[in-house]
């Protein structure tokens, strides 16, 4: 349980931060890396807040080097069309591992290893 | 794109798919609940909260079957187009679905004694070496946060942000999600339950997200392969008559980025097969109001210049293309014109 209370800390620390750095970043920083958060109403900015908060690092080294994006001719998504295609030969493969040990795997003698009425 | 962002772009069309995505979704609550509380009576009555965390939770596993499936049935056919445009929103329901369930849960099951709820509910399990010894909420837990991570960043703010490339790799993530899910029925409720009905549930569901992923995947594949060789600048697209009016094909010169060749009201024209906005294939689109749209989220470009339509100031680069003897030819130097 200890190894489980640090990590719930730990996450709960970073979201923190997080929350105090949405709030800054999309009144002030949202606008200052992209031209069209400009004027953007409160609807926008709070949708944005929990992105934010979650990737507050990430947004954090954009806004203090804000650097312009170059639209390029748009690449193709072969890549991903075929991870597509590989990740659905794998994922019924993991599925049918994971049920067949849920089902085979024995019975909790305890009985609580599972929610109960 | 160049438009100020708004928090949703509904439109009438966006705005009757929710709501009807919305009633589905309390109708399917309702409907769980009133059964499971007729059906479970007696000794084998389940509580409100229970049936009310088992509703929420069945709801997030069918909704996100049901958004698996709508991108590889997009593929296979254009019916399902109109779902497509609209799957982000569904996405977004989806977690909060799931996200009701897990509160849920994490109130009834994690609030005794005067542990965190949250450190309670992640560490449950049984004991020994069971699957039930497995602490099953842990799978369910990761698969809410890759949810989240997807709702949190599906405004187009971040894609535009965080690039096309990296945001689909992001919302890849729906696969692990999809697994850890799996986990945590598997090692969870069906091992309290050693009911044959989850089992079923379980392997028909993946059975139809693979059978409809792999058969849009081959046949993209196969279309992806075919490559033609251009002479003196210039490759057969095939007969026009191929075309359907207001539909496309799709041609690829070796070392090219694909082409949609459009056949439209006026004439034929060939634009970049690949769309600005999240790398869609624009040959699977259609002619909607005098522009080439996009499949995957209704994105438009003026089949003749390319150009997005006001107020946005995309441009795709379109290729030269004339009609000889009934066949489509089109001119491939580079990727711009």
């Known amino acids: 349980m200890a190894g489980m209370d640090w990590f719930l800390a730990i996450l709960g620390g970073y979201l923190a931060i997080g929350a105090v750095f949405a709030v800054a970043f999309v009144t002030r920083g949202a606008e200052r ?26 947004l954090a080294m954009k806004w203090a080097r804000p650097r312009r994006v170059v639209t390029l001719t748009p690449r193709d998504t072969l890549a991903h069309r075929r991870v597509h295609l590989l990740a659905w030969c794998v994922i019924p493969l993991l599925v049918v591992a994971i049920v067949a040990w849920g089902w085979l795997g024995g019975v909790d003698p305890t009985g609580v290893g599972a929610v109960s009425p | 794109m160049s438009a100020t962002y708004r928090a949703v772009n509904w439109n009438a069309h966006k705005k009757k798919y929710d709501l009807i995505a919305l009633a589905c979704v309390a109708l399917f609550v309702a409907v769980y609940v009133g059964v499971g509380s007729l059906v479970f009576r007696g000794n ?73 709820p949250l450190t309670v509910v992640l560490t449950m399990s049984g004991s020994g070496a ?46 692990g999600a999809y697994v850890c899910i799996v986990g945590h029925l598997a090692l969870g409720v069906m091992q309290s339950e050693k009911s044959v009905v989850y089992l079923v549930m379980i392997l028909v569901g993946a059975g139809l997200l693979s059978g409809l992923h792999i058969a849009a995947g081959v046949r993209a594949w196969k279309r992806d392969a075919r490559t033609d060789d251009a002479v003196q600048g210039w490759i057969d697209a095939g007969a026009l008559d191929a075309i359907p009016m207001g539909c496309a094909i799709s041609v690829r010169a070796r070392g090219h980025a694909p082409v949609a060749v459009y056949r439209h009201e006026g004439g034929v024209s060939a634009i970049h097969g690949v769309c600005a906005h999240q790398g869609g294939p624009l040959a699977e689109g259609r002619v909607v109001g005098g522009c080439v749209t996009c499949p995957w989220h209704g994105y438009q470009y003026k089949p003749e210049d390319g150009c997005a339509p006001a107020p946005y100031d995309d441009k795709l680069a379109t290729h030269e293309v004339k009609v000889v003897d009934g066949r489509v030819m089109v001119r491939i130097e580079g990727d711009s014109r």
Request: glycine share 10%; net charge positive.
């Open chain 2, 130 to 175: 069971s699957p039930g010894a497995f602490p099953f909420v842990v799978p369910g837990a990761v698969a809410l946060m890759v949810l989240f991570l997807m709702a949190a960043t599906s405004h187009d703010f971040w894609l535009a942000n965080l690039g096309a490339w990296w945001w689909k790799w992001i919302h890849m993530g729906v696969y």
């Open chain 1, 33 to 58: 890396i992209d031209a069209n958060a400009r004027g953007a109403g409160w609807g926008f900015r709070l949708m944005a807040v929990p992105g934010s908060a979650a990737l507050w690092p990430w």
């Open chain 2, 44 to 116: 084998g009555a389940i509580s409100a909260p229970v049936l009310a965390i088992r509703a929420l939770g069945v709801c997030a596993v069918v909704m996100l079957h049901v958004v698996l499936m709508i991108g590889p049935m997009a593929r296979l056919t254009h019916l399902a187009a109109p779902l497509l445009y609209n799957r982000r929103h569904l996405g977004v329901m989806t977690f909060v679905v799931a996200l009701a369930h897990a509160a849920l849960a994490t109130l009834y099951y994690g609030s005794f004694g005067g542990a965190n």
